[in-house]
């Protein structure tokens, strides 16, 4: 009779096939240190597409505390080293500036900003003044030139700049004011052309002696040019004066970082801060017009208060300079300018 097989245990089979698996193992990883060595002997362009693959070692994990301890022990840093990723070390140069928060005062008169204004009346205003001013100043250099052929009024506006040039400092912007207030008389420019609002360049001014607001800071405008005072630190200022509820000119002048307010109605000057009644609304110099905005405000706004007004809104009292319509455009913008604070 054929005798039976001895079934095997459990336990003894499962012995078996872990020790099979070990061994198959410890054989592997022999395998793959062998090869790894054996690729490292042939060019990568040499080993069969199909056998590169098998020759790829074998992943490996690991830590990233694993690794910086790694460098450390390299670097010959302790085990205690710390690290702290956050800070540029100090021996590192970097181009990134630090956040700068926006000035809580402008750099233009009244202590606002300006950007500039839509096309509209004020700039063609101001493009025909330049004009007649850049002709005028052909009459004021062939004055210089030839003295006997020079009109009165010309002679007259040029011993007014020779005056102020011979000024310094703050006695230089006095000067201007005081004597331009003393040559021209106050006459509106319905009484005097038939228009409700002419402006005039300075010889021409001078010519009649005669002139409103606007007259007068564009004399002392260009007076204090002539005087060479730089014009980047001038402005005609276009303001509505909330203590007699109307528009006004005066002209500005930036004096040591201070910017002084040139007024017909005054014989001195005051600085911006003084001027508590006026709210500005258009500066105007060699740029063009330039339109006055307020700072956006930081802090939260109070119950019912609104969140953007133009700069020149004072109680519900804003309109147009001078009784021109502003464009559709102009007064669009002008509604969106943030509120003078």
Sequence with gaps: MTPRLKLRKPGSFGFMTGLFLSISLCATS????????????????????????????AATFFSINAVLAKLDRQRGRGPGAVRLAALTPSNIATDAQPPKEAPAV????????????????LWRKWRS????????????????????????????????????????????LDEANRA??????????QAQHGEADRWSAPLATFATAKGDCEDYAIAK?????????????LRLVLVRDRAVRQDHAVLAARLNG?????DNRRAALIEDSDASSFTPL????????????APYAKRALLPGEVEAAPAAASGGDLREWGGL?????????????PLLM
């Design 325 to 337: 319509e502003l464009s559709n455009d102009s007064a669009s913008q002008l509604r969106t300018l």
């Design 258 to 262: 201070r910017w002084l307010i040139f």
């Design 282 to 293: 258009f500066a105007i110099n060699h740029r063009g017009v330039q339109l006055f905005a």
């Design 221 to 233: 405008y260009v007076a204090l040019r002539e005087a060479g005072f730089p014009r980047e630190e």
């Design 30 to 57: 022999g395998s793959f240190a062998a090869d790894d060595v054996a690729a490292a002997d042939v060019p990568g362009d040499s080993i069969p597409a199909s056998d590169r693959a098998s020759m790829r070692p």
């Design 106 to 121: 402008g750099k233009e008169p009244f202590g606002l900003f300006t950007f500039r204004a839509p096309e509209g009346m």
């Design 180 to 189: 331009v207030n003393a040559a021209i008389r106050y006459v509106s420019d």
């Design 129 to 172: 003044i330049e004009a007649d001013m850049a002709k005028e100043q052909g009459v004021l250099d062939q004055c210089r030139a030839d003295a006997e052929s020079c009109p009165s009024h010309a002679a007259q506006f040029l011993r007014l700049v020779d005056a102020v040039k011979s000024k310094s400092g703050r006695a230089k």
